[in-house]
């Protein structure tokens, strides 16, 4: 069965500084998608990123960036130089299906964060 | 397009009793999806559908019911409302299987069962 660990519940951070969200996955997929969403405090789920399991570059979009590690089975997520605007639940969520079946998500159970001014 | 919609926003409901919880998509997506999310935690997948007429249990179908007679509506039923059954539900689209595909997440309905 596949399964998404968000081992970080809470993190508070002051505003500019860096975070690290951290996210470790299982799966016995060969191909798999990992995916990053954002929730905020309005409730809404915001698509972020996503990431295939044969591109392990490192991704970068402004002051977001992605790690993913094949090796340790982690995909990680660093805001940069944080924004009281970036507090939020963030998920982290790995997809399982094939073409027929449609792609199903197994999230983590979120991390909340909270960037105070 | 408006993407995903879900009605009502909000709704609380008495033990036993019964509802539908709305979801239209206007993407022309073929794949539907029904989750819920607890309070405190991650999205769980209640049921899906791969196009009209086509739907499967995910890992929390207990308590409820779908259809998919169109390619736009995927309406998720509660028979008899239980205080387990609150949280917010989540209705999202995809465009295609496979698993490459983000799905586009309405903006949820929060149902309270007392």
């Known amino acids: 069965a596949q399964k998404v660990t968000q081992a970080q519940t809470e993190i508070s951070v002051v505003e500019k500084e860096d975070v690290t969200l951290d996210c470790v996955y299982e799966t016995r997929d060969t191909t798999y998608y990992l995916f990053w969403y954002k929730q905020p405090p309005s409730g809404e789920l915001v698509f972020l990123i996503r990431?295939?399991?044969?591109?392990?570059q490192n991704e970068i979009s402004g002051r977001y960036s992605w790690n993913f590690q094949k090796s340790t089975s982690s995909f990680n997520f660093t805001i940069t130089a944080s924004q009281v605007v970036d507090s939020a639940v963030y998920f982290c969520?790995?997809?399982?299906?094939?073409?027929?079946?449609?792609?199903?998500?197994?999230f983590g159970e979120g991390t909340q964060l909270t960037v105070n001014p | 397009n408006a993407g995903v919609t879900q009605t009502p926003k909000f709704r609380i409901l008495k033990i036993g009793q019964s509802m539908t919880l709305q979801c239209t998509q206007d993407?022309?997506?073929?794949?539907m999806y029904w989750y819920r999310q607890d309070p405190g935690m991650g999205l769980k997948l209640i049921y899906y559908s791969v196009g009209a007429g086509i739907t499967d249990k995910g890992e929390v179908p207990n308590g409820y019911n779908v259809s998919r007679s169109t390619t736009e509506d995927f309406p998720l039923r509660l028979e008899l409302a239980a205080p387990s059954q609150t949280s917010v539900y989540f209705c999202a689209s995809s465009p295609a299987g496979g698993v490459s595909y983000e799905q586009y997440f309405g903006p949820g309905t929060r149902l309270t069962v007392t």
């Open positions: 990431r295939n399991s044969f591109d392990e």
């Open positions: 993407m022309n997506h073929n794949y």
């Open positions: 969520a790995l997809s399982e299906g094939g073409e027929t079946s449609g792609s199903r998500l197994t």
